[in-house]
């Protein structure tokens, strides 16, 4: 069985990270002392659940997060520095910090170090996530010992319903634009106006006409959507915004 370590302190390691090209030593001192941290752990880097899923999950509720008590969010794999870098480039993840276990020592003092030759991974840490105070363990959750890749309780919205279940999350918003269109500009001056962040999908660039259509049933933009639910264009979103 793998150990459930609340109440003890996490192992004292020093990390060879990659920073500005050069190699920088980064301590479990440094990461953790005075601090409230999250950290997620996973078997690798550009694997599919934890480039789709995990990663993207505690990104996203970053901010969220922060406003809750948290001072940073680390994403912890056996994987060397240049892979942990590349893949939180590629995941634009900008709130996270990539620590590269490469020799897997952290992850093996956490007794989390498992055998996966199976899938020619060598020795690689199960999938866990933790909230680290001041450098003791506050809270660990253990995905459970079955076959295959279990990703049911380390993910973010977990972690967040531990620290406040009754946080408010950010609204998840896209839009549909054009190059040139006033009204789309229109649309995100009203969303930034609103402190709301979100997602530019550019006809031509990243979407076509056809895929609008097929989405909103509509051929015009701006359109938008707003936890899932479709707005509609910019006289909808103001008045859905009481602009």
């Given at each position: 069985m793998l150990p459930n370590r609340e109440g003890q302190r996490v192992p004292n390691i020093t990390f060879r990270t990659r920073q500005n090209s050069e190699w920088v030593n980064v301590t479990t001192d440094e990461l953790f002392s005075g601090k409230t941290v999250i950290v997620f752990s996973l078997p690798g880097a550009f694997t599919p659940t934890c480039s789709s899923t995990h990663l993207p999950?505690?990104?996203?509720?970053?901010?969220?997060?922060?406003?809750?008590?948290?001072?940073?969010?680390?994403?912890?794999?056996?994987?060397?520095?240049?892979?942990?870098n590349e893949w939180a480039k590629s995941q634009e993840a900008e709130?996270?910090?990539?620590?590269?276990?490469?020799?897997?020592?952290?992850?093996?003092?956490?007794?989390?170090?498992?055998?996966?030759?199976?899938?020619?991974?060598?020795?690689?840490?199960?999938?866990?996530?933790?909230?680290?105070?001041?450098?003791?363990?506050?809270?660990?959750?253990i995905e459970p010992e079955e076959p295959g890749d279990p990703f049911k309780v380390s993910d973010a919205e977990t972690m967040l319903n531990y620290i406040n279940p009754k946080a408010s999350r950010p609204q998840c918003v896209s839009l549909f634009t054009k190059v040139g269109c006033p009204f789309c500009a229109r649309a995100k001056t009203m969303l930034q106006e609103h402190g709301l962040e979100y997602e530019e999908i550019v006809l031509g660039k990243d979407a076509t006409i056809r895929s609008l259509k097929a989405m909103t049933g509509a051929t015009t933009v701006p359109q938008v959507?707003?936890?899932g639910k479709l707005i509609g264009g910019s006289e909808a979103l103001a008045t859905y915004l009481g602009a």
């Open positions: 999950g505690y990104n996203e509720l970053a901010d969220t997060f922060k406003e809750n008590g948290v001072d940073s969010i680390i994403c912890m794999s056996v994987n060397d520095a240049f892979v942990m709130n996270i910090i990539a620590i590269p276990d490469g020799n897997g020592e952290f992850t093996e003092g956490m007794g989390m170090l498992v055998d996966k030759t199976d899938l020619g991974f060598g020795k690689r840490s199960w999938r866990y996530s933790m909230l680290v105070k001041d450098g003791v363990i506050e809270k660990m959750f959507f707003i936890n």
